[in-house]
């Protein structure tokens, strides 16, 4: 089998020119794509982040790697909008919860006055500020990374691989997204008028995949965010108080809580589906974190993501397994 | 596994490749609700294979509260928390059985189960893909059930004649006793059994082994497989042991009970017995 990238200039490859005699190195019409990069990738080595068996496996399928392509973004978010302060915007005379269009649950106080620290009100409410900075994070750095696939002439990326974590200060993330862009052997380049398809999967993974009558769309990724303001009757249950009332003999349900954690995942899962377009999501990972910020108050994230993936043929089913007994 | 063999790389693995990426010029063909899955290739493969496939991904949590007070003293199980366990459970299942009929499946498939304990509370996650029947029309049947079966283990369910009908949990929390301070004096440099420590251990197991069974035999089934166990001390309470236990239920779906007859192998990639290069040189 032909080498890879490796043997450049290859008449497959991107024209420097570019394929309508635009330039492809040229960073003016890109301006994410630092002139760095851009020069980077102009060499005529090929990178890539497969392991040895994946690309083995991506070049029996025809996807010769042409380059290692990274998108990075740095977010802050210090504003806490709307019901963002340690009451809410309207704490306990508060207008309705999720007032901004998102999700939202009022939880009223059964005591009436009792003090001024007694929390007569609660309330669990989406935190769209925060699910919009994580998004134009991920959306910015994965869109980077495609930039720079695109300028490879790159007709899609594999074995994509993202992380974010904290950066050096409360409030500030960073993300990273990177992968092999790879182009599709016998296909003419991409003239860059629309984005390659990415996918998480590579090497036998993906052939399974395409073997099994699915063409890879994109790595899709979505969050969900709520806050909980715990109401009297939650701060009691969190601090293990409220159950002693009464004689009771068993304990009750975190309702307000329970309702938020099953709130994130459903607002998770629908952000995803609205990414989808009718195809599928496969390979999906669901990671919940909550931060106990005080009895019963939380912030609960949720961060959904997957290959989006098309049916692009009727795949016979395998028969029925056989099982098998291996000798040593 | 099976007797088709998949293309061996050559031309018809390129052709399918190309024909991948030709089919992303055009709009999806398939319209209504996506599906989405956390199963992998594999595993949905498997149950595409025994007539199966994912509708969508479902979760159930609950939280129940414990006491103050209930893990520091007392004396036998810490009812609160042995039952705060049970019922946190039957709520998070029933949950996921509500979105699993919502998602239009007839059953959930690769359950995880995530269970924390913590001093005021318990919490129950699971979080599963639900399953239908390959082109079933029409809604959910009336009763839908839980596994935590992978896809291979469910298909090879299938073709025993077995069927999945729920998840059985039991848990139980019990006090250790103290020693008194004679026995303590008596074995501070002694290498003895701390036997308040085993029977509570004891205590626990039997205890929240025989609330599985029960839950087991309500679902109206005949046993339960892949039990997972955890077991041991609770980080915040010195004098506390808990044994939680959980599984499918199975049942035979009637009819002649069908082995599987597996077929045996050998293989002929054996790893190489390595040699010390230094036996060559008699060493």
């Known amino acids: 089998m032909a080498g890879p990238a490796a043997a450049l200039p290859d008449p497959d490859l991107p024209d420097p020119e570019g394929p309508e005699g635009t330039d492809l190195t040229a960073a003016a019409d890109r301006p994410d794509l630092p002139e760095a990069a851009s020069r980077r990738m102009g060499e005529s080595a090929f990178t890539s982040g497969l392991t040895v068996p994946d690309f083995a496996a991506c070049l029996q399928m025809g996807l010769t790697p042409v380059g290692y392509v990274q998108g990075s973004c740095v977010m802050q978010w210090r504003w806490y909008g709307y019901g963002g302060s340690p009451y809410g915007l309207y704490g306990q005379w508060g207008a309705p919860a999720g007032q901004g269009g998102g999700y939202g649950q009022r939880y009223s106080c059964p005591h009436g006055f009792v003090s001024s620290e007694h929390r007569m009100w609660g309330q669990n409410m989406e935190q769209p500020w925060i699910e919009d900075a994580w998004r134009s994070g991920f959306g910015a750095a994965c869109g980077r990374m495609v930039e720079e696939a695109t300028d490879l002439g790159a007709h899609g990326v594999v074995g994509v691989a993202d992380s974010w974590r904290p950066l050096t200060d409360l409030?500030?993330?960073?993300?990273?997204?990177?992968?092999?862009?790879?182009?599709?052997?016998?296909?003419?380049?991409?003239?860059?008028?629309?984005?390659?398809?990415?996918?998480?999967?590579a090497g036998q993974r993906l052939a399974k995949l395409i073997e099994a009558g699915y063409a890879p769309v994109a790595v899709v990724a979505a969050v969900a965010a709520v806050r909980v303001w715990a109401s009297c009757i939650t701060q009691y249950q969190a601090g293990g108080s409220t159950a002693m009332w009464g004689g009771q003999t068993t304990g009750s349900e975190i309702t307000q809580v329970a309702e938020a954690q099953m709130a994130v995942r459903q607002l998770a899962r629908e952000r995803v589906r609205g990414l989808l377009d009718s195809d599928s999501l496969h390979g999906a990972g669901m990671v919940t974190t909550a931060r106990e910020i005080g009895e019963g108050d939380a912030d609960l994230e949720c961060i959904l993501r997957g290959n989006r993936v098309r049916r692009f043929k009727e795949f016979e089913a395998l028969p029925p397994p056989r099982p098998t007994v291996r000798l040593q | 596994m099976t007797d088709r063999q998949p293309s061996a790389g050559g031309e018809d693995l390129r052709a399918q490749v190309r024909q991948a990426v030709a089919s992303l010029e055009k709009p999806p063909r398939h319209a209504g609700r996506p599906a989405t899955t956390d199963l992998s290739l594999d595993e949905e493969l498997c149950l595409h294979a025994v007539g199966w496939e994912p509708v969508d991904l479902v979760c159930g949590i609950s939280l129940f509260s414990v006491p103050s007070g209930v893990w520091s003293w007392g004396q036998g199980e810490i009812t609160w928390a042995s039952n705060a366990f049970m019922q946190a459970f039957a709520a998070a299942s029933n949950r996921i059985h509500h979105d699993c009929r919502r998602a239009g499946g007839h059953g959930v498939v690769g359950v995880r189960v995530e269970r924390a304990i913590h001093r005021h509370h318990i919490e129950v996650t699971l979080v599963g893909t639900a399953v239908r029947p390959v082109g079933a029309k029409g809604g959910p049947p009336t009763a839908v059930?839980?596994?935590?079966?992978?896809?291979?283990?469910?298909?090879?369910?299938?073709?025993?004649?077995?069927?999945?009908?729920?998840?059985?949990?039991?848990?139980?929390?019990v006090y250790a006793p103290r020693r008194s301070v004679g026995t303590v004096m008596r074995q501070t440099s002694q290498n003895v059994e701390l036997t308040n420590f085993t029977e509570a251990i004891y205590s626990a197991r039997e205890t929240a082994m025989e609330r599985m069974q029960r839950s087991a035999l309500e679902l109206g089934g005949s046993g339960v497989v892949e039990v997972k166990i955890t077991e041991g001390p609770v980080s915040f309470a010195g004098h506390a042991v808990g044994f939680a236990a959980y599984g499918t239920v199975v049942r035979h779906r009637g009819g002649d009970q069908r082995l599987l007859r597996p077929q045996v192998v050998l293989p002929l990639d054996d790893a190489v017995q390595g040699f010390e290069a230094t036996s060559l040189r008699g060493e």
């Open chain 1, 171 to 201: 409030g500030v993330l960073e993300f990273h997204v990177r992968g092999t862009a790879v182009r599709v052997e016998g296909e003419p380049v991409p003239d860059g008028s629309r984005a390659p398809w990415t996918t998480y999967l």
């Open chain 2, 145 to 173: 059930f839980l596994s935590d079966l992978s896809g291979r283990d469910f298909a090879l369910l299938e073709g025993t004649g077995w069927e999945p009908l729920g998840l059985a949990a039991g848990a139980s929390f």
